[in-house]
């Protein structure tokens, strides 16, 4: 099964930047989408931000002007680099993937792999 791992988050003051990467690994046959999401406290998981194969892009309202999602195909990697953050984006940040996969020598295709989050706090 294709594991999705994040880093970059932490706390940063109002105003400031992170920059979150997600790296996936396993038996991939083909990456397709792959994005992020993001659960605050007591509230249902939203899209952040997503990006096709081919690169476009979608995202959240509040996103648009303030985050950039980026992917790097040949590190089966996603970014999503943050800038002007306020309290409001603080929440626990998940990257998704949509990959086709290997089980021994058979593909399955359309699988969905959520990597176990990373914390981002905006505060000071």
């Known amino acids: 099964q294709v594991q999705l791992v994040e880093s970059g988050g932490g706390l940063v003051a109002p105003g400031g930047s992170l920059r979150l990467s997600c790296v996936a690994s396993?038996?991939?046959?083909?990456?397709?989408?792959m994005g992020w999401s993001r659960q605050v406290p007591g509230k249902e998981p939203d899209l952040v931000a997503r990006?096709?194969?081919?690169?476009?892009?979608t995202y959240a309202d509040y996103a648009k002007g303030r985050f950039t999602i980026s992917r790097d195909n040949a590190k089966n990697t996603v970014y999503l680099q943050m800038n002007s953050l306020k309290p409001e984006d603080t929440a626990v940040y998940s990257c998704?993937?949509?990959?086709?996969?290997?089980?021994?020598?058979?593909?399955?295709?359309?699988?969905?792999?959520w990597g176990e989050g990373t914390r981002v706090t905006v505060s000071g």
């Open positions: 998704f993937a949509e990959v086709d996969e290997y089980d021994d020598y058979v593909v399955k295709y359309g699988m969905e792999r």
């Open positions: 396993g038996r991939i046959f083909s990456m397709n989408a």
């Open positions: 990006i096709e194969s081919g690169g476009s892009t």
